[in-house]
């Protein structure tokens, strides 16, 4: 069966206190999800604290980044080790912020997978194009060449611990959100480059999530196109009522998918 996944990056948010404060809240109110998987991925510092809170719950955790030494002489750095340690079973890896802002390139992403899959945590591997880029009708392009360094490190048996986010760059933080037709189509591409290198049995199991100024206002729609499997939320994953509402917007979907 194939997962169906909302993953909270709080990005640069909340120091430890609000942080624990607020997963303590998240994870009473989301208690009734029984077919959403619900990853929350607060900054570093709190990752440790709020793991104990997750302990007794079906929430899972994540880091919003790592390094892909495993330990050494890099200051500032956080391995997948780390973060195993303090709890986590995910990672976000090449999210814009980090490509675009942090200058990561293709290759730095594929190291990381590499050392997130040999360390045990599960990846997930944000792609996305620029506006200009989409503009200028290289899309497809873009999420090829970022998938494709990406999976070449992936082996057949490790694709079923690994997660793809699409994030068009142009509607991260900006209100824009893509329309249920241009994510849809996106994913769409992008389970096609899976069936290619993995063959259609594996690739039909893959989440592929969108991301990119979800709320709970546009979420339903999102989630009925096709081949859209749950959302990566960044700023509406900061207010306890609307993480809940796309959380429950998912987990209705997929109940009502049932019957
Ligand atoms: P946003 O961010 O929901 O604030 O657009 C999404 C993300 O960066 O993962």
Aim: aromatic content about 8%; hydrophobic content about 40%; glycine content about 8%.
């Amino acid at each position: 069966m194939k997962k169906y996944i909302v993953a909270a990056n709080w990005k640069m948010n909340n120091d430890v206190r609000p942080s624990v404060d607020f997963a303590v809240s998240l994870s009473k109110n989301l208690l009734k999800l029984k077919q959403t998987e619900v990853i929350l991925c607060p900054p570093f510092t709190s990752l440790f604290h709020i793991s104990e809170i997750l302990k007794v719950t079906s929430l899972k955790l994540g880091g919003q980044n790592m390094y892909f030494e495993k330990s050494g002489a890099f200051t500032g750095e956080i391995s997948g080790s780390m973060l195993k340690s303090s709890g986590c079973q995910y990672v976000i890896l090449g999210h814009s912020e980090r490509r675009h802002i942090f200058n990561e390139s293709d290759e730095m992403i594929q190291k990381k997978m590499t050392a997130a899959l040999e360390i045990g945590l599960k990846p997930i591997l944000c792609l996305g194009e620029k506006l200009e880029e989409r503009q200028s009708g290289a899309t497809h392009n873009v999420l090829e060449r970022q998938f494709k360094s990406a999976f070449s490190v992936v082996s057949g048996d490790r694709l079923e611990s690994c997660v793809i986010a699409y994030e068009p760059v142009w509607a991260i933080g900006t209100g824009v959100v893509a329309t249920p037709e241009q994510a849809s189509e996106a994913h769409q591409f992008i389970r096609e480059l899976l069936k290619k290198q993995y063959g259609s049995e594996k690739a039909e199991l893959m989440t592929i999530l969108y991301g990119g100024s979800v709320k709970p206002s546009n979420a339903k729609t999102l989630i009925e196109a096709k081949d859209i499997d749950g959302f990566l939320v960044g700023g509406a994953s900061l207010i306890e009522q609307d993480f809940i509402g796309i959380s429950e917007i998912v987990e209705r979907h997929l109940i009502a998918k049932e019957t």
